[in-house]
């Protein structure tokens, strides 16, 4: 007889409840000793057909999941999800804490399915954003002229907040759909411009179609216009930020350490390259600090963290990063040698100096490490006179390297 646990079933549910299930999913609820849901999907179950008993997620939901399911390890248990559990569902943290072995999910058509069959978008075409435990900002770096998009709402609220958020970046003649209860008996559609959104309230179960018309328009690479960012002055400017980044060479899911934030630009380029990209920036001014995390949400990346603190006592108890970059105060005690040994094997490190002092140091660490020392100049047309004539900014001395598995200048 095994000892292993039974699986855990997943069932998707949509808002026409138990009459849309599909026969396989009406059987697994059937046969569950312990049904757990939210109040909404739970409510959608006949008491005639489902008789186990019925548990509430707690709030908040992640931290309660392993206690919950240890709770009843030796009963049948289904977990209701919204449509399909593996789509910005539950199934994901089911999966990441009993392991997808343990899992038997049982997809619904997810409430995207629906929308794109309603609108006749196709799915594989639209870019779907999720707002749900989300900030309202993370919807910025999705707006580009003539893009459609789906919006998951968090509630009734947000398709006012988007109106709202739109309207302030430019896209007032975006065209709204706010699709409610997709599937269900109340389903309805709410129509009309970001730009005096004409409906103050509806059904907190909805999905929001986007058409963004004329607005502003914002690069995909690197190398963003210096305007974009408010700062004080202390910016890696365009185009030298634009060789950093390419340096630094960001790939999915990697984390960066960005000291010395300034105004943040490194660390907020580095996370619009990729959604699953994260990055730390620290900074020591407060000031800076605040900044920083007014350019991150003005540019779609509100997830960036920041630290506030001198580096490298800053840098302590930092997850391991994948890249740093190092952008001011280089001659701090011990700063290089700190992050440096914060890389794992394969990490990269991208440090810029406009300064003599700096660039001697990192003469030396490229002596003892190797790598690439290079300097960029950019030079700018500017009037002189009634003629042209090129103003040279001042130019960056810059050391990249990738940690070897076997460092030779370790013990230098």
């Known amino acids: 007889m095994s000892d292993l646990p039974p699986p855990i079933t997943v069932v998707g549910i949509g808002a026409d409840g138990w009459p849309g299930l599909a026969a396989t999913s009406r059987a697994a609820l059937r046969a569950a000793e312990v049904v757990i849901g939210g109040p909404r999907q739970l409510a959608l179950l006949p008491a005639e057909e489902v008789a186990a008993e019925r548990v509430r997620w707690p709030s908040p939901l992640r931290p309660a999941v392993p206690g919950l399911l240890a709770e009843h390890a030796d009963r049948r248990v289904a977990v209701l999800a919204s449509g399909d559990p593996m789509f910005h569902g539950i199934g994901r943290t089911l999966a990441e804490t009993v392991g997808a072995g343990r899992l038997r999910v049982l997809p619904h058509p997810s409430s995207v399915s629906y929308a794109c069959a309603r609108l006749g978008w196709p799915l594989e075409a639209t ?33 006012a907040a988007v109106a709202a958020l739109l309207t302030a970046r430019g896209y007032g003649t975006a065209r709204l759909r706010v699709l409610e209860q997709l599937g269900g008996p109340g389903e309805r559609q709410l129509d009309g411009p970001a730009d005096g959104w004409p409906h103050a309230g509806g059904d907190p179960l909805n999905v929001i179609a986007v058409e963004l018309g004329d607005g502003p328009r914002t690069s995909l690479v690197p190398g963003l ?188």
């Open 127 to 159: 870019q779907v954003i999720s707002l749900v435990g989300r900030p309202l900002d993370t919807l910025a770096l999705a707006l580009h002229p003539g893009r459609r998009l789906l919006v998951l709402s968090a509630d009734a609220r947000t398709p």
């Open 225 to 412: 216009p210096d305007a974009a960012y408010e700062s004080d002055g202390q910016l890696t400017k365009r185009h030298v930020r634009a060789a950093t980044l390419a340096t630094l060479a960001p790939a999915p899911g990697e984390l960066l350490w960005d000291v010395g934030g300034g105004s943040g630009s490194i660390a907020i380029e580095w996370l619009r390259a990729h959604r699953d990209n994260r990055a730390v920036t620290v900074e020591r001014s407060a000031d800076r600090a605040e900044r920083i995390g007014r350019n991150a949400a003005a540019l779609g990346v509100p997830r960036l963290r920041v630290v506030t603190g001198p580096a490298p006592d800053a840098l302590a108890g930092l997850p391991t990063p994948d890249a740093v970059f190092i952008g001011g105060g280089l001659t701090a005690p011990g700063l290089l040698e700190a992050c440096w040994a914060a890389l794992p094997p394969g990490g990269r490190l991208v440090a810029n100096t406009v300064t003599l002092e700096s660039e001697a140091l990192l003469t030396t660490w490229y002596r003892r490490h190797g790598g690439e020392l290079l300097r960029l100049a950019v030079a700018h047309a500017v009037p002189v006179g009634g003629f042209t004539g090129w103003r040279q900014a001042m130019p960056v001395t810059q050391w990249s390297a990738v940690k070897p598995s076997t460092d030779p200048g370790a013990s230098s």
